[in-house]
């Protein structure tokens, strides 16, 4: 029996390409001292050799341990897109991206993230919203000395780099869309409390229902967590009140499903008698009937740059850019079925 081939060392991609072991080593480690055509080169090399380089080798090598945590608090549609994109960039450049969910509000939580960061040695984190926000966890991260990149936070902060879409004007311009088809009497379901853009995104409804000299009735605002089930309590007591809304806008794409899905059940017209706008363009948005108007967030984008962030830069050692990274991507309005002028 043939004797099954034995695989690809650092040594044969250098061979192959021509060049030294050491700088098949860098083009590895996304060093960036290694011309793009010599890069090029090894990467092509590696993939003719299927070479893989050994993950515990190049730990105890050097101070990298090729882990990045994506830390969340709770599954859903952004989640899944945000990990997409995350674990691509990271898997281009040989690293890991572990997932892991945390319940802040649980007595254990302070010791559990100690406990894994002691454990497991990352290389950086991202923070999803909410836990962006959490000034708990922002210290946790710190005096471990543990780069972070934090997702949609409310506040630039001084230490780490943050990635976010202007939430408040993407709000503002849902709202002169429903404003402008002759809504009136409009619905908002806030996101979670104390989170950045569930504060950005009521802002912006306010500022242009001000602007157009549009009331905003205290009795049609509503909050839903981000969540469907709470969205779906939410719709419930909007649509119950004497004079429901004609339309309604839900902080996400989540909470909007939910509005449709109890506007159904009621036996109402969509978007004729009731028009619902969402936010981020969430898989959700085109799975239902209506097809959403909402928001579409660069998502993956965002969670590219951000584990990109982490790997380019090696922030244990070199530390962050200066002037420090603070990104505001662009996003998309998106005019679907679910709104339409009141009848």
């Known amino acids: 029996m043939a004797k099954p081939s034995q695989p690809a060392t650092l040594e044969d991609v250098a061979a192959l390409a021509e060049v030294s072991a050491k700088t098949v080593s860098r083009v590895v480690n996304a ?26 080798a190049r730990m105890l090598a050097g101070e990298r341990s090729y ?13 899944t897109n945000f990990h997409a994109g995350a674990a691509d960039r990271c898997r281009e450049s040989g690293y890991h991206l572990m997932l892991e969910s945390w319940d802040r509000d649980s007595p254990q939580f302070t010791r559990q993230v100690s406990t894994l960061l002691r454990q497991m040695r990352l290389d950086g984190v991202i923070l999803l ?16 000395s543990v780069p972070t990149v934090r997702i949609a936070p409310r506040d630039h902060i001084e230490d780490s780099p943050s990635i976010v879409i202007d939430d408040y004007l993407a709000a503002r311009q849902l709202t002169a869309h429903l404003l402008s088809l002759g809504h009136r009497r409009i619905g908002f379901i806030l996101g ?7 504060e950005e995104r009521y802002r912006g409804f306010a500022d242009e229902m001000r602007a157009q000299n549009t009331p905003i009735e205290a009795s049609l605002v509503e909050t839903g967590n981000f969540v469907f089930t709470d969205g779906v309590a939410c719709a419930q007591r909007l649509l119950s009140v004497q004079s429901p809304p004609t339309a309604i806008f839900a902080s996400n794409d989540d909470m909007a499903a939910a509005v449709i899905s109890v506007a159904h059940k009621r036996g109402l017209e969509l978007p004729t008698q009731l028009s619902v706008v969402g936010f981020d363009d969430a898989p959700v948005a085109t799975m239902i009937w209506p097809l959403l108007t909402t928001v579409r967030q660069p998502v993956t984008t965002m969670a590219r740059l951000a584990a990109e962030l982490i790997i380019e830069n ?6 962050w850019p200066s002037p ?6 662009d996003f998309e309005l998106l005019v679907r079925d679910s709104t339409a002028a009141p009848t």
């Open 67 to 79: 882990l990045i945590g994506l830390f969340y608090d709770k599954p859903g549609d952004y989640l």
């Open 314 to 319: 090696s922030p244990r050692r070199l530390g």
């Open 192 to 198: 979670k409390p104390g989170h950045g853009a569930t």
């Open 31 to 56: 060093e960036p001292t290694v011309s793009v055509k010599t890069r090029e080169r090894v990467l092509r090399a590696i993939e003719l050799l299927d070479y893989k380089p050994n993950l515990n």
């Open 129 to 144: 919203p909410p836990l962006s926000d959490d000034v708990l966890i922002g210290n946790i991260l710190r005096d471990a």
């Open 324 to 329: 420090l990274p603070h990104r505001t991507l």
